[in-house]
């Protein structure tokens, strides 16, 4: 006999609720679903009886979405959970999967692809009856690669840096398609090897996806593990040194032109090197570089003076232009904008930083 | 103003993030303000004072800036230049405050 699963959906939201009612009703196992409007209500619906699945919203008043999952991770080691916000930051994408939660979806994205977003679910209902471990590790993306090929396994693999987002099609253990920063097939698979770390998710497998890479996937992975080397020991040639900072010069013009900013004035902390500029005079880049980096001065004490925590950003407009300061590790980023540009300004320009050394 | 400071005497342990906003002239005094009179005076005088260096930097780097928004993790800080002086806006973050762009 089929076992009937049951789903419980958190969310504080009631027309919502009757909205993911009636879409997970699509699911081909069927599984009875049952809602729950506060994290305690839900809290005390897993202990009373047994769930699959668990669905929770992340913004809600009294006790949040994560305050509920991590209960959840620690009393309902079992259950699976998926988390379904509206918030669009990259911070609590990361800080959910921290807690070990299985899916992470954006409301939008899912309104969007709901067929992707009912596959997605029925493949986690389904994973329950396989059994196995699940857990937090941290793995070189050589090796998810291979694991993923020797298993033949059928996957799509979400790959996030940042707020760059990568994916890899591997169909019966061969890697069939992949798509990053613009590119695709092969170049996309070796930018993505270029990534340091990130986050990576499996997402349901895509059969009729069209082919695109027919090199097997441990020659590909040699052949970058080699461009890799060979990129880091040509560094001491001056010729290729040469070409190596013309390559860097037009791949930088590009992602300038691609993301439609005015400007990218990069500026490492003072005694620390030059500061570099694309799309603006030498005259102006040393003066928003200065500007930059006194500003960044006075940033820094006003947030010790009122204990506000670490900047994450600053904006500032004028009737010319939109300016945005992003702070990162070893560098601080000033990116300009013309004034009409107002979709998504801040994601664009966090993309166009991560992008911008990578 | 200060009447229930005056009659309990006792002080947070924890000094609370400012919310409320605060008008400053070009010399960097107060003029009227919003935040809570529990918030120490010479804190918000240093907020006032700090975000008139930032714009009087960008008016010197020939960016004049007519607003700008600081967001730390825990506050943003909304200034509004005005005649010299500024209005700032405090809003403490808390972990799920709306992401503003």
């Not at chain 2, 400012?18 to 010399?27: D, F, H, L, Q």
Request: with cysteine; glycine share 6%; net charge neutral.
């Amino acid at each position: 006999m089929e076992i009937q699963h049951k789903i419980l959906v958190l969310d504080d939201d009631a027309d919502w609720l009757e909205l993911s009612r009636e879409m997970l009703s699509q699911l081909p196992s069927k599984p009875e679903i049952r809602t729950a409007t506060s994290g305690k209500r839900a809290l005390a619906m897993l202990d009373a009886e047994p769930f699959r699945l668990l669905i929770c919203d992340l913004k809600m008043p009294r006790i949040d979405g994560l305050q509920v999952l991590a209960i959840v991770r620690r009393r309902f080691p079992e259950l699976r959970t998926v988390v379904l916000s509206g918030l669009e930051d990259e911070d609590f994408r990361s800080r959910a999967y921290a807690l070990g939660v299985d899916l992470f979806w954006l409301k939008t994205e899912m309104q969007r692809n709901s067929q992707m977003y009912i596959e997605c679910l029925e493949s986690l209902l389904g994973r329950d009856l396989e059994g196995g471990f699940r857990g937090i590790q941290s793995k070189n993306l050589m090796d998810i690669i291979q694991m993923e090929c020797l298993t033949r396994s059928s996957t799509v693999l979400r790959i996030t840096r940042g707020s760059l987002v990568a994916k890899l099609w591997i169909q019966g253990g061969e890697l069939t398609d992949a798509e990053a920063e613009g590119a695709c097939g092969e170049a996309a698979f070796r930018r993505i090897l270029t990534w340091k770390s990130g986050t990576f998710e499996n997402l349901p497998a895509e059969p009729n996806r069209e082919r695109t890479i027919t090199k097997p996937v441990n020659a590909l992975l040699l052949e970058s593990a080699q461009a890799i080397d060979e990129s880091g020991a040509g560094a001491a040639d001056t010729s290729d040194q040469t070409v190596q900072v013309h390559r860097r010069t037009v791949w930088k013009l590009s992602l300038l032109t691609r993301a439609g900013a005015e400007f990218v004035v990069a500026v490492p902390p003072e005694g620390q090197g030059v500061h570099e500029a694309m799309g603006t005079q030498a005259q102006s880049a040393e003066q928003y570089a200065h500007w930059t980096r006194r500003a960044t001065e006075i940033i820094k004490r006003l947030g010790d003076t009122v204990d506000a925590g670490p900047l994450l950003h600053l904006d500032g407009s004028n009737m010319e232009r939109q300016l945005l300061l992003i702070p990162r590790e070893n560098k601080n980023f000033l990116v300009g904008w013309s004034p009409e540009a107002s979709e998504g300004l801040l994601e664009k320009t966090k993309k166009l930083v991560a992008s911008w050394d990578s | 103003m200060g009447l229930l400071k005056n009659i309990f005497g006792s002080r947070p342990a924890v000094t609370q993030l400012p919310s409320g906003s605060i008008t400053v002239n070009r010399a960097g005094k107060i003029v009227s303000s919003t935040v809570s009179s529990a918030y120490p005076a010479e804190l918000l005088h240093a907020v006032g004072k700090e975000v008139l260096a930032l714009l009087r930097e960008a008016r010197t780097a020939q960016m004049p800036l007519a607003e700008v928004s600081i967001h730390y993790a825990s506050l943003r800080v909304t200034a509004r230049e005005l005649r010299g002086g500024a209005i700032i806006f405090l809003f403490p973050q808390t972990a799920l405050s709306p992401i503003s762009n």
